[in-house]
């Protein structure tokens, strides 16, 4: 096999037989000996129905079901591991990023010779709030993360099947896989896109992204911890060096502190104090989780059309 196209299906019946089109398209003017792999994390609408009647139709389609919703990321690492092509093109199935991509992908890596050709966004493309939204989290980002994540990546990619094979040495069961692809190393290039313009409301809620945010903080990052234990020292310090103002202001004026500030100031504490409990706490369940090296996703079944 030359060529994997994999995707994953998630509310996307609106899409699928384009995505299906358009790709075999993208395919066709690189060989003829291609795949596409379509994921179904657990679609709530018939995008499995839809996948499944194409691939029925064309062998060149595999469909892998899973037992449940997985996560996006999952699903992705999940339609890795059923690729077979020595070129495996990663693309989100909703159009905004167009298969056609696959040709200038190609002929850069060939050009270049590197292993990886990854999108990315020179400008993000949204109303303002979420453009907003987009810039803050690439700054928390760029300062809390200990490996330097491309700014503005996309999921699509053109991969090496050396590149995959290292990749899916990873199994771990909170998949952030934007550091995944960072942390993999072999020679990477980045490609500008523009992305289109999806018809319906994503998927991704702010909830959502919040979480994936905080996810991949605490895989990839110490620094909140190291935070933590600078603050805790400053805030030591500060006390001390006020504790002393007291004492002296109570024996050169005879003045006494106010139960109001002993009041801010114990609440003050006590909320660092959870706040901290929190963070380490969001660290020790990662650990708890990783503990119990549970499979990260289950494939009910694969379809796909019997060989002649």
Request: proline residues 3%; aromatic residues 8%; charged residues 20%.
């Amino acid at each position: 096999m030359k060529l994997s196209i994999v995707t994953t299906l998630y509310r996307s019946s609106a899409y699928v037989e384009e995505f299906h089109r358009r790709a075999s398209e993208a395919a066709r003017r690189v060989t003829d000996d291609y795949e596409i792999v379509m994921v179904d994390d657990g679609s709530p609408d018939n995008s499995l129905q839809l996948a499944c009647a194409i691939a029925d139709a064309d062998p060149h389609v595999r469909v892998v079901e899973l037992s449940r919703n997985f996560g996006h990321h999952k699903a992705l690492m999940a339609g890795l591991d059923h690729a077979q092509g020595a070129l495996c093109f990663l693309i989100d199935s909703d159009l905004e990023e167009d298969p056609a991509l696959l040709g200038s992908f190609l002929d850069k890596m060939t050009e270049t010779d590197c292993d990886v050709v990854y999108g990315f966004q020179e400008q993000r493309k949204g109303d303002a709030f979420e453009s907003a939204g987009g810039r803050i989290a690439w700054y928390w980002i760029s300062k809390l993360y200990s490996i330097d994540i491309p700014r503005n990546q996309c999921t699509v990619r053109l991969m090496r099947r050396e590149y995959v094979d290292a990749l899916r040495l990873h199994r771990e069961s909170n998949t952030v896989i934007g550091g995944l692809w960072v942390i993999t190393g072999f020679r990477q290039i980045g490609a500008a896109i523009i992305k289109g313009h999806r018809s319906g409301t994503t998927t991704y809620s702010p909830r959502l992204r919040l979480g994936t945010l905080i996810n991949g903080i605490t895989s990839f990052s110490t620094v909140p911890l190291n935070l933590m234990v600078m603050f805790g020292m400053a805030t030591a310090l500060t006390s001390f060096a006020l504790g002393i103002v007291v004492i002296l202001e109570k024996l050169i004026r005879n003045t006494s502190a106010g139960w109001a500030s002993l009041i801010v100031s114990i609440w003050l504490m006590g909320g660092i104090i959870v706040f901290c409990l929190g963070v380490i706490g969001i660290y020790v369940s990662r650990i708890f989780v990783e503990t119990k090296n549970r499979p990260y996703v289950i494939v009910r079944r694969v379809h796909q059309r019997a060989a002649p």
